[in-house]
Every structure is written in structure tokens, then in C-alpha cells.
């Protein structure tokens, strides 16, 4: 237990981020969203002359926050960046270097649209792919694919380690996803392993990654690269990175409507929490829609 003279010991802010960094690393999250945000912050305090935990405000955080709408258009975007500020202000609470957490704005976040492609626009971004990547027609149609029927979002796909492909009575990746560090475990197609096992891009730990560069490069590259321009050759509409969050869609959509509970898809999708996947995906639920069904029809009789 710190004494009280260590509690009100100043703490800096720059030592602060470096701990509270270490300790997503320990959960096995990765680190550099909250080491981009923070960083900002402490950007921002220093520039107001505050480098300790202990000057930190409600009226700075806010002043700050007043500051993204030109970093960040999207208030979905808001919303996730004031989440990532809200981890980090607890972590200094919890350590004893903020009285208590100071109660942020909320950011009312027009939230991207759960748009599963139909069985004919997935075709059609098949079919384009040798047309568009003749020469790296292989790895994209395998990423493609790897997303659609494992509901992995794009950075989590990209960064797959070849050891998290595992054969056991069925292929099957497992993986601790990105965001939430929860470990998820889905049967794939043995036809889209075997694409899998034969990509190669020199580096033999990862499927599609060369392990050089920033974590966030990849998701970046392929974005421009590959993604943006394959949807677009398909002619399949989708802003931004939502074009690669809709074969994430399609795989829990698809489950969905075939009545795997909402419970377990939760799980595949490595939400930390059934409320999350409830949000987007509630409407979709076969199970729930059957029995409102039922409850209507009930009445005619």
C-alpha cells in the first residue's frame, strides 16, 4: 500500500502513460491506439504547461476533447477515442494519482451501419480479385475470404500468425483478438486453410504480414492498396475501413439467420461484452424475429 507522503508524491504524465502501456501489454492488448490518443493528450497538457497527473481537469480534458471533431470527423470515431481516454483516466485512479475519474461529455456517435454483403456482391469480390491482383491474386482472395468466415476485422486478419491456424477434428483459428484480448477459437473451411497455408510474404511467423513496420501499417496499406480498390472494382458501396468491417458483418449476419444464439456469436466475434453485438446486430437475430413472428400470427386465430 503507498504511504500518503508516495500518494502525493507529483507523478508525471509521460511515466503515467509508460505504466498504464505496460499494463495493456500484460493483457495482451495492443498498446499503440491508446499510446497514439494519450500521447495527444499529453501533447495537449504540456502545451498548457501541465505535466504532472495531478493538474489534470475536467475543464483540460474538455478543451481537449473540443479539439477532435477536426482530428476526427466521425463522432463513432469520437466515441471510441473518448473510451480509450476514459481507460486511461480510471488507471490513474486506480493507482491512487486522481481523486476520481472526471466525468467526460458523452458523444452522442452515429453509428456505422451493420451492412452484410448479399451472396451476389460477395461473389462479385471474388470474381474481381484475379482481375484486379493478377499477380497477387492468392493472398487477397485469402484475406478475403480468411475475414468472411472467421468474422476477424481487418488488423486482427493481417497480423494472423501462422501457429494460430490449428487442425484438430476440424481447421480452426485461434486468436486473441486485437481491441479486447479475448480468446476466440472458429472453425474455418479446409479449402480456405489450405489457401492460407500457401500464401508466403517472407516472413514465416505471420500469413500476410512482413513483421516490419508499425502494427497499424498493415491495416493501413492494404486498405489503399487492395481493399478500397477491390470493392470499388465490384462495385460494392462501403466508406473508409467500413468496406473490410462488412465481411465481418456478413460472417455474424450469416450465423445469425441460420439461429446460432446471439451469445455465441458474441463470443466468435471476441466482443467482451453481448450488449456490444447487440447493438449492431439485434435485428438480425432469426431466433427473436420467429418469435415475434409467432406472437403476431398467434393473434389471428
Given at each position: 500500500?503507498?504511504?500518503?507522503?508516495?500518494?502525493?508524491?507529483?507523478?508525471?504524465?509521460?511515466e503515467?502513460?509508460?505504466q498504464?502501456?505496460?499494463?495493456?501489454?500484460?493483457?495482451?492488448?495492443?498498446?499503440?491506439?491508446?499510446?497514439?490518443?494519450?500521447?495527444?493528450?499529453q501533447?495537449?497538457?504540456?502545451?498548457?504547461?501541465?505535466?504532472?497527473?495531478?493538474?489534470?481537469?475536467?475543464?483540460?480534458?474538455?478543451?481537449?476533447?473540443?479539439?477532435?471533431?477536426?482530428?476526427?470527423?466521425?463522432?463513432?470515431?469520437?466515441?471510441?477515442?473518448?473510451?480509450?481516454l476514459?481507460?486511461f483516466?480510471?488507471?490513474?485512479?486506480?493507482?491512487?494519482?486522481?481523486?476520481?475519474?472526471?466525468?467526460?461529455?458523452?458523444?452522442?456517435?452515429?453509428?456505422?451501419?451493420?451492412?452484410?454483403?448479399?451472396?451476389?456482391?460477395?461473389?462479385?469480390?471474388?470474381?474481381?480479385?484475379?482481375?484486379?491482383?493478377?499477380?497477387?491474386?492468392?493472398?487477397?482472395r485469402?484475406?478475403?475470404?480468411?475475414?468472411?468466415?472467421?468474422?476477424?476485422?481487418?488488423?486482427?486478419?493481417?497480423?494472423?500468425?501462422r501457429?494460430s491456424?490449428?487442425?484438430d477434428?476440424?481447421?480452426?483459428?485461434?486468436?486473441?483478438?486485437?481491441?479486447?484480448?479475448?480468446?476466440?477459437?472458429?472453425?474455418?473451411?479446409d479449402?480456405?486453410?489450405?489457401?492460407?497455408?500457401?500464401?508466403?510474404?517472407?516472413?514465416?511467423?505471420?500469413?500476410f504480414w512482413?513483421?516490419?513496420?508499425?502494427?497499424?501499417?498493415?491495416?493501413?496499406v492494404?486498405?489503399r492498396?487492395?481493399?478500397?480498390?477491390?470493392?470499388?472494382?465490384?462495385?460494392?458501396?462501403?466508406?473508409?475501413?467500413?468496406?473490410?468491417?462488412?465481411?465481418?458483418?456478413?460472417?455474424?449476419?450469416?450465423?445469425?439467420q441460420?439461429g446460432?444464439?446471439?451469445?455465441?456469436?458474441?463470443?466468435?466475434?471476441?466482443?467482451?461484452?453481448?450488449?456490444?453485438?447487440?447493438?449492431?446486430?439485434?435485428?438480425?437475430?432469426?431466433?427473436?424475429?420467429?418469435?415475434?413472428?409467432?406472437?403476431?400470427?398467434?393473434?389471428w386465430?
Amino acid at each position: 500500500m503507498p504511504s500518503p507522503s508516495e500518494l502525493n508524491k507529483p507523478k508525471l504524465i509521460t511515466e503515467a502513460l509508460e505504466q498504464f502501456l505496460q499494463q495493456k501489454t500484460v493483457q495482451g492488448i495492443n498498446g499503440d491506439p491508446y499510446r497514439r490518443e494519450i500521447g495527444r493528450l499529453q501533447s495537449f497538457l504540456e502545451s498548457k504547461s501541465v505535466f504532472v497527473v495531478q493538474r489534470i481537469t475536467r475543464e483540460l480534458l474538455i478543451e481537449f476533447m473540443s479539439t477532435w471533431p477536426d482530428l476526427y470527423p466521425s463522432t463513432y470515431t469520437r466515441g471510441i477515442v473518448r473510451a480509450r481516454l476514459r481507460c486511461f483516466l480510471r488507471y490513474l485512479y486506480q493507482s491512487q494519482w486522481l481523486p476520481r475519474v472526471p466525468d467526460l461529455p458523452h458523444i452522442k456517435s452515429d453509428s456505422p451501419p451493420t451492412l452484410p454483403l448479399t451472396e451476389d456482391e460477395y461473389k462479385r469480390l471474388l470474381e474481381v480479385i484475379p482481375i484486379k491482383f493478377p499477380d497477387e491474386s492468392l493472398k487477397v482472395r485469402a484475406l478475403i475470404r480468411l475475414m468472411r468466415h472467421s468474422g476477424l476485422a481487418v488488423g486482427d486478419a493481417l497480423k494472423l500468425e501462422r501457429t494460430s491456424l490449428i487442425h484438430d477434428s476440424v481447421y480452426r483459428v485461434v486468436t486473441a483478438r486485437q481491441k479486447t484480448g479475448v480468446n476466440v477459437s472458429v472453425p474455418i473451411p479446409d479449402d480456405l486453410a489450405r489457401e492460407l497455408l500457401e500464401v508466403l510474404n517472407g516472413n514465416p511467423r505471420y500469413f500476410f504480414w512482413s513483421g516490419k513496420g508499425k502494427p497499424d501499417t498493415p491495416r493501413t496499406v492494404w486498405a489503399r492498396k487492395f481493399i478500397a480498390p477491390l470493392f470499388e472494382a465490384a462495385k460494392i458501396e462501403g466508406d473508409g475501413h467500413m468496406k473490410s468491417h462488412r465481411l465481418r458483418d456478413t460472417f455474424a449476419v450469416d450465423l445469425l439467420q441460420k439461429g446460432i444464439p446471439l451469445e455465441d456469436v458474441s463470443k466468435l466475434l471476441g466482443h467482451e461484452s453481448i450488449k456490444t453485438t447487440e447493438k449492431s446486430y439485434a435485428k438480425w437475430v432469426k431466433g427473436r424475429q420467429d418469435r415475434l413472428d409467432s406472437l403476431i400470427t398467434g393473434t389471428w386465430k
